[in-house]
């Protein structure tokens, strides 16, 4: 289905910008970006009145491909000279990997992307709300809402969908997933799972990954505490301090593999086992052997990871998940 989505990608450059603000943008060092024209021949922006690069917006479509390309291990020399459909084509392959979603959900992403591009809120949240009473939230949540958001934040990165149209879909979903937690928890009575503390890393803002995780702990009798985006001091310190079970950092698309895997590890110092990694990167195996499976969640393992807390948990003193 991704494949038939990028259409052609518009050569647009009424917007410009500098090196400077495009290094900051893509995460990359203005070094890198002067190395790749002159090695070759990419970005080759335009020049202002003082001689100074300035940036289209085209540029910045290509560079979001490649930038992601890079993160998943690919070499500059290997990437960099090709063309926006190449790009594109070689980023839906790298993320070919992605757990299958049935056929009928497909259908129902078509529809709900139909609905984004077409500015329709109302029919978004009309169908999503639809498939959360019908389908019960833990099936809402792992074939409709996290393939949907992967789907458009990776389609963001290629410049498939606007800014606009991303904020489009949390908007339609966040009050859906917090509602939904809400009476989650009620239906729930007492809580007897292990105390969770959720969080996400500062540069990466979004939430929605933390509200899928939630939701489904949350159905399994945890004790969740969202803290959304936090630095990793920060979170050590509220994990002490609360004294939890599991601590989870949640990442999307929008942070690389290698900053995943470096935050887990300082993570793992402090903690130790309690620290949990859910990512929603199409090479989250790469992720995963990286800092281990006993470190990295999907959500379809979430109801197993609190079985084997209760099952460990039962057998120490203090109830503690172990450090």
């Not at 990359?28 to 922006?45: C, D, K």
């Not at 078509?110 to 009473?133: E, W, Y």
Request: hydrophobic share 40%.
């Amino acid at each position: 289905m991704t494949e038939n989505m990028h259409s052609d990608i518009p050569n647009r450059s009424d917007v410009l910008m500098g090196i400077k603000e495009v290094a900051d943008m893509m995460g990359v060092m203005t070094e890198s970006l002067r190395a790749w024209e002159r090695r070759y021949g990419f970005p080759n922006p335009s020049r202002n009145a003082s001689g100074e690069r300035q940036y289209s917006e085209a540029h910045i479509a290509r560079l979001r491909l490649i930038k992601g390309l890079l993160d998943r291990g690919y070499r500059p020399g290997r990437i960099i000279r090709l063309e926006m459909d190449d790009l594109i084509s070689l980023s839906n392959k790298v993320g070919a990997g992605a757990p299958p979603v049935p056929q009928d959900k497909q259908e129902l992403l078509q529809l709900c992307v139909a609905a984004i591009k077409a500015h329709n809120g109302a029919n978004l949240r009309s169908m999503l709300n639809g498939q959360l009473m019908s389908n019960g939230l833990r099936d809402f949540v792992i074939y409709t809402s996290a393939p949907l958001t992967s789907l458009v934040q990776t389609g963001w990165i290629a410049n498939q969908f606007t800014v606009s149209e991303t904020y489009l879909l949390t908007a339609a979903l966040e009050p859906l997933m917090r509602n939904a937690i809400t009476r989650a928890a009620a239906e729930s009575g007492h809580l007897t799972g292990p105390k969770v503390v959720l969080a996400t890393p500062p540069q990466d803002r979004s939430l929605l990954g933390l509200l899928f995780v939630q939701a489904l702990f949350t159905l399994e009798g945890a004790q969740c505490q969202s803290l959304g985006a936090i630095n990793l001091t920060d979170l050590v310190a509220r994990s002490r301090v609360d004294d939890v079970d599991l601590a989870v950092m949640c990442c999307s698309q929008r942070i690389s593999p290698r900053a995943v895997i470096e935050n887990t590890k300082r993570l793992q110092q402090e903690l130790g086992r309690k620290i949990l990694v859910s990512t929603s990167h199409s090479d989250a195996a790469s992720v995963r052997r990286r800092i281990g499976d006993d470190c990295t969640l999907d959500l379809t393992g979430i109801g197993d990871t609190v079985a084997r807390w209760r099952e460990e948990s039962a057998t120490w003193p203090d109830g503690a998940y172990g450090t």
